[in-house]
């Protein structure tokens, strides 16, 4: 056996082992997409973006920042009702207001973009790894398949050539999923954060002065 006949081989079992945990992985993500899809639907069943409302308490929060009423104002914060990320950032940032502490707040508005972007991660590796992950179970059935076809076995073709198939809607089907929840969450977060944009250049209006 030459050493070209070794390597290829070589390349050959080390792909072909790869097909099971390809399918396990792409089987998971298939699971964990429909867990991204349900919580998605229950984080859109909750949020309540109301900008009027907003403006106002924003208003009472200059308001009383303006004579230094730092309770008065850390009251207003807690009385912000926004989407989720939003009211909890007001929540937490009440007590450094009150405090003074006005950096925490600015640190905190950060950790908060932080935490968005990871939750964007989730999505956005499965819509990534997902295609790869179906193509990989496309591509190793296809030896087999070419195999069976030389050998005029068609068992064995039609055997490979459903799991190419099934991969690839499998991997198809995740992505799609984790994809259209990638974006629309991107554009919630970005609302999330002008609203708590917003509320931070009012805190550090006074902190200016």
């Given at each position: 056996?030459?050493?070209?006949?070794?390597?290829?081989?070589?390349?050959?079992?080390?792909?072909?082992?790869?097909?099971?945990?390809?399918?396990?992985?792409?089987t998971?993500?298939?699971?964990?997409?429909?867990?991204?899809?349900?919580?998605?639907?229950?984080?859109?069943?909750?949020?309540?973006?109301?900008?009027?409302?907003?403006?106002?308490?924003?208003?009472?929060?200059?308001?009383?920042?303006?004579?230094?009423?730092?309770?008065?104002?850390?009251?207003?914060?807690?009385?912000?009702?926004?989407?989720?990320?939003?009211?909890?950032?007001?929540?937490?940032?009440?007590q450094?207001?009150?405090?003074?502490?006005?950096?925490?707040?600015?640190?905190?508005?950060?950790?908060?973009?932080?935490?968005?972007?990871?939750?964007?991660?989730?999505?956005?590796?499965?819509?990534?790894?997902?295609?790869?992950?179906?193509?990989?179970?496309?591509?190793?059935?296809?030896?087999?398949?070419?195999?069976?076809?030389?050998?005029?076995?068609?068992?064995?073709?039609?055997?490979?050539?459903?799991?190419?198939?099934a991969?690839?809607?499998?991997?198809?089907?995740?992505?799609?999923?984790?994809?259209?929840?990638?974006?629309?969450?991107?554009?919630?977060?970005?609302?999330?954060?002008?609203?708590?944009?917003?509320?931070?250049?009012?805190?550090?209006?006074?902190?200016?002065?």
């Open positions: 056996m030459s050493n070209m006949d070794l390597l290829f081989r070589t390349i050959y079992v080390f792909s072909s082992a790869l097909l099971y945990p390809v399918m396990i992985l792409l998971l993500l298939v699971f964990v997409s429909l867990i991204q899809l349900g919580e998605f639907l229950s984080e859109y069943s909750k949020r309540t973006r109301d900008r009027n409302s907003l403006e106002v308490s924003c208003k009472k929060i200059r308001q009383s920042l303006h004579i230094s009423a730092f309770s008065e104002a850390s009251k207003a914060l807690l009385n912000i009702k926004q989407n989720y990320m939003v009211t909890t950032f007001a929540k937490e940032s009440a450094y207001l009150e405090d003074q502490n006005f950096p925490a707040t600015g640190k905190l508005s950060e950790e908060y973009e932080i935490r968005m972007a990871k939750r964007l991660e989730h999505t956005k590796i499965i819509s990534t790894v997902a295609p790869m992950l179906g193509l990989m179970g496309t591509l190793i059935p296809l030896g087999p398949a070419l195999i069976g076809l030389s050998q005029g076995d068609l068992e064995t073709l039609a055997q490979n050539l459903m799991i190419a198939f991969t690839t809607v499998v991997g198809l089907f995740s992505a799609g999923i984790a994809y259209v929840l990638t974006q629309v969450r991107r554009r919630w977060y970005w609302e999330d954060m002008s609203d708590i944009d917003y509320i931070l250049d009012i805190i550090e209006e006074k902190n200016g002065n």
